[in-house]
Nanobody, 117 residues
């Protein structure tokens, strides 16, 4: 099992920025796609952004132009830069792969992002 630890969340005002980080317990080099998810209270977990090993990215329409995902394979980290935050971005954010990989079938504790004035 790969352990994933998210960090960097916090309380910010609308329009503010946060940078989230995800640290994996072992190499993510062999995982072609990693992503960031979020889950708001009472809602299902949704995929926010993905990044391939080669750096290709995809974003949900709701965050496109505001969020930037990146990965550092050497450091086994995946990051999410969040700008122009909105109250609707409030959620617990998780990292994981969208691919069906048994070693990644457990979720981390996530990191709380709260956008409020």
């Amino acid at each position: 099992q790969v352990q994933l630890v998210e960090s960097g969340g916090g309380l910010v005002q609308p329009g503010g920025s946060l940078r989230l980080s995800c640290a994996a317990s072992r190499s993510i080099f062999g995982i072609s796609v990693m992503g960031w998810y979020r889950q708001a209270p009472g809602k299902q977990r949704e995929l926010v952004a993905t990044i391939s090993r080669g750096g290709s990215t995809n974003y949900a329409d709701s965050v496109k132009g505001r969020f930037t995902i990146s990965r550092d394979n050497a450091k086994n980290t995946v990051n999410l830069q969040m700008n122009s935050l909105k109250p609707e971005d409030t959620a617990v954010y998780y990292c994981n792969t969208p691919l069906p990989r048994p070693a990644y079938d457990s979720w981390g504790q996530g990191t709380q992002v709260t956008v409020s004035s």
